[in-house]
């Protein structure tokens, strides 16, 4: 059974940072766009951020919110993705999820912003920015 288990959320103070880590199991790693997520409370889930490893290298893609904040990665050797957030806001605070979708390498990145093409999803940790 595949599984996708994320670690890493905490309390952190405005302008902190904490660095996420989703660890990948029993699925081809490398042949999956990653994606974290998040859900704040009475809100929808809304698209963070993603990673896809290509024929060119690996491609990111960023919602504007984070751009120049947030930075994904991923370890393809060991299955493992992470988000490093960095200059931490309030608005940050949610719980965030790790997802697979399963790359069509001839789709641009963009479309892994909808959650329709991830096929896995972790439990989510959560993460709190305190003022």
């Known amino acids: 059974q595949v599984q ?4 890493g959320g905490g309390l952190v103070q405005v302008g902190g940072s904490l660095r996420l880590s989703c660890a990948a199991s029993r699925f ?3 042949r999956y766009v990653m994606g974290w997520f998040r859900q704040a409370p009475g809100k929808e889930r809304e698209f963070v951020a993603s990673a896809a490893r290509r024929s060119s290298g690996d491609s ?3 919602t504007d919110s984070v751009e120049g904040r947030f930075t994904i990665s991923r370890d393809n050797a060991n299955n493992r993705m992470y988000l490093q957030m960095n200059s931490l806001k309030p608005e940050d605070t949610a719980v965030y999820y790790c997802a697979a979708g399963r790359d069509n390498p001839y789709s641009s990145l963009s479309y892994y912003r ?3 093409p991830y096929d896995y999803w972790g439990q989510g940790t959560q993460v709190t920015v305190s003022s």
């Open 28 to 30: 081809i790693f490398s």
């Open 4 to 7: 996708l288990v994320e670690s």
């Open 114 to 116: 909808n959650l329709v």
């Open 60 to 62: 990111t893609d960023y």
